[in-house]
């Protein structure tokens, strides 16, 4: 059986009728309020056709492409989390019952979701989110429902915004693991196909309902060109080697001062970001004291008062709050998970009002180290 097929785009409305016929409600990319958001779609049509992004630090714009590619952006402020980490849960409810109280747990209902376009780097932040929430001793049982009835379907990037850098994370831009489907769009020489393949057992059984071709070699060298010329694309990078022992080693580095005169601690980087996960726990209550509910809701430790103990936050400076969402995402979540937690998206630089560049603060980390290693070593050969 081959292992690639060709999916013309005439046909691609079979795909989501196939998905819709399994039982599936399909999620992936549509416009809104003038950006590339995830939301539920009936047809094609709902998708951002002929649409692109330009992307920088601080900075998002729609752009009208010169053809009718389906996926021709990188990817907008909205990640998966959403679906399977939501912002607000609900997580009981508690209500008088005459002299009595019922309580009543709330478990999500049950579904099957298809995440139609999931990039490279959003499937590595899934897997990292997985680890979070349903790796060790303590399951979080309403991610675990959640997550069970979710099919993968993987769109390889046909290119790259000026804040991408997941080839240096190794988290794209094509995907190689943790797919259910994945597909490289072809748009050339008046010609617009898919190149798909199947990552599981489910996935080549939606594949085999659809009207496929099996590919050639020349198709798949065309997909393969379309993977390396995205990966040149990209417009930051990121200098990974010993980051970890790089960041411990500079806790009291200058450049943490100077990206808290920067710094608004918005949240906006944690809000966009793929696997960002805080929460805090919050209790209301009627005025009449009947009915009470406690709600989980997505937190920021850029909040002072998240860090909030007896006595008063640890965190209590803009430097002490950013130090410690970047010393988390790129050395003590290596601790926790055994990963990084960033997959290179360049979300948290595109959605930062100011503009903070996550690559930039680590080079600029690393300059400091090697230059005070340097000085160390001539005052050392000096003495």
């Keep these: 059986m081959p292992e690639h097929f060709i999916l013309q785009r005439e046909h691609f409305q079979n795909l989501l ?28 049509r709902d998708l951002p056709v002929g ?14 492409r010169s053809d009718a590619a389906l996926f021709g952006y990188a990817v907008g402020p909205h990640s998966w989390k959403k679906y399977l980490h939501p912002p607000a849960v609900k997580l009981w409810q508690i209500t008088r019952n005459g002299n009595g ?49 979710v099919l993968l379907i993987a769109v390889n990037c046909g290119q790259a915004a000026k804040t991408c850098f997941c080839a240096s994370m190794n988290a794209g831009p094509q995907a190689t693991s943790g797919f259910d489907l994945a597909m490289t769009e072809v748009l050339e020489d008046g010609n617009h196909y898919f190149v798909m393949e199947a990552g599981t057992a489910a996935g080549a059984e939606i594949l085999q309902k659809l009207p496929c071709q099996a590919a050639t070699e020349q198709h798949k060298q065309k997909a393969a060109s379309i993977h390396e010329n995205t990966a040149r694309q990209m417009g930051r990078s990121m200098d990974t080697a010993g980051l970890k022992e790089l960041l411990y080693r500079n806790y009291e580095h200058a450049r943490w001062e100077n990206v808290a005169a920067r710094c608004l601690t918005c949240g906006n980087c944690t809000m966009v970001c793929p696997t960002c996960f805080c929460t805090t726990v919050e209790d209301a209550t009627d005025l009449e004291g009947e009915h ?18 007896h006595g008063g936050s640890v965190r ?15 050395a003590t979540w290596i601790d926790q998970f055994g990963s990084s937690g960033c997959v290179g998206c360049g979300r948290c630089i595109t959605w930062c009002p100011v503009g903070i560049d996550i690559t930039e603060e680590v080079r600029a980390i690393r300059e400091g180290d090697l230059e005070k290693q340097n000085a160390a070593e001539t005052s050392h050969g000096n003495s």
Excluded at 18 to 33: A, D
Excluded at 108 to 135: M, N, S, T
């Design 101 to 149: 109280l019922t309580i009543q747990e709330e478990k999500p209902a049950p579904q099957k979701l298809a995440f139609l376009g999931v990039r490279a780097c959003e499937l590595h932040a899934i897997a990292i989110q997985d680890k979070v929430f349903l790796g060790g001793d303590f399951v979080d049982a309403n991610y675990q429902r959640r997550r069970e009835g």
């Design 316 to 330: 209590n400076t803009t430097k002490a709050r950013y130090r410690q969402w970047m010393t988390h995402k790129l």
């Design 51 to 64: 649409w692109t992004d330009e992307q920088d630090g601080g900075s998002y714009r729609l752009k009208k």
């Design 292 to 309: 009470a509910e406690r709600w989980q809701k997505w937190d920021s430790c850029f909040s002072v008062d998240f860090s909030y103990i």
């Design 17 to 44: 009728d196939t998905l819709h016929k399994g039982g599936y409600e399909v999620v992936g990319p549509t416009i809104r309020e003038g950006a590339v958001v995830y939301e539920h779609l009936n047809s094609v």
